[in-house]
């Protein structure tokens, strides 16, 4: 038996699983002249399930890192964890594991990127550990606002924009696009608003916010203005070609519990006049004014003044 020198617990030999509860490596505690103890004559860490199991599992080590810490071979290594029926992990998780990023994502966080996603926000994967998100939109301006968002959140994005080309109907047309880093965290997301296909659908469970529904309205909104001859009134479309039918009713049930009276149209969901002002106050002040101010009614304006 041989005692740990930390705690003064009893072991036949003092495995790597119980160092890592003290944070010490086993190189360190034995560098400090403390015994490891023995198992028939060697110290044998490696023939230990739990050790294996835990370093490989929990903590996600490759065979590489195992047999540097155990002091071991990787053959070894493999041998072990075959007798000791330790699973592997599949192959496609071994070929992310050393480069899949993580992030601690925040309900602002998530909040923002799911209102984003309702209008030209988008999620991509093409692995089964992780995923990246991407946006895009004509104005480099406002793509480098939402790039200053994410970093905020924490996602790290890719070092430039992308530009897509493209005629329709004749004429030219440009966009640009972002993209983040691939991160475990934002696979989940991914699942819940890709669900069986590459279509785009928002969660069931879904609960719209005021952030969501300003970054809805910034990326898929559009301002009806008319004027008439004492006063000039607005309404919001919120557009979306897309969602189907059940999606749909399920929005505006959500948007109905806003306070927002509307109607559900095939490109989208036209809020009344109405009930515009309520709409405006709650998503708050244009976050990008330079680019699209223009969405907001203007101050002075009969609905504006309401709203104040």
């Known amino acids: 038996m041989v005692k740990c020198e930390i705690c003064s617990e009893e072991f036949r030999a003092i495995t790597w699983t119980h160092l890592h509860k003290h944070e010490i490596t086993l190189t360190e505690y034995r560098s400090q002249g403390y015994s490891l103890g023995n198992y028939r004559g060697k110290t044998f860490l490696y023939r230990n399930r739990a050790t294996l199991n835990h370093m490989y599992w929990e903590l996600s080590m490759t065979l590489d890192e195992i047999a540097v810490e155990l002091e071991a071979s990787v053959t070894t290594i493999h041998t072990w964890m075959n007798r000791l029926d330790v699973p592997r992990r599949p192959s ?62 924490e996602l790290k994005t890719s070092p430039r924009f992308y530009k897509h080309q493209w005629v329709y109907r004749g004429k030219p047309l440009v966009a640009y696009s972002l993209a983040t880093l691939t991160y475990a965290e934002l696979l989940p997301l991914y699942n819940c608003w890709y669900p069986t296909s590459s279509a785009k659908l928002p969660p069931g469970d879904l609960q719209l916010t005021p952030l969501m ?96």
């Open 213 to 308: 529904l300003r970054e809805w309205y910034v990326g898929d909104g559009t301002l009806r203005t008319y004027r008439g001859k004492t006063e000039t009134s607005h309404s919001v479309l919120l557009c979306n070609y897309s969602f189907t039918r059940d999606k749909k009713e399920m929005l505006a049930k959500q948007l109905r519990l806003m306070g927002l009276q509307l109607s559900v149209l095939n490109e989208g969901f036209l809020i009344r006049t109405a009930s515009t002002p309520h709409f405006f106050k709650l998503i708050g002040d244009c976050p990008v004014p330079e680019i699209y101010g223009y969405k907001w009614p203007r101050r002075g304006s009969h609905e504006q003044l309401r709203l104040l």
């Open 92 to 153: 496609y998780y071994g070929m992310h594991i050393g480069v899949t990023n993580h992030v601690n994502l925040s309900i602002r966080a998530l909040e923002f990127l799911n209102g984003c996603m309702l209008g030209d926000g988008n999620l991509a994967s093409n692995s089964k550990v992780s995923a990246r998100y991407t946006h895009s939109n004509k104005h480099t301006g406002y793509l480098e606002w939402v790039e200053q968002q994410l970093h905020n959140f």
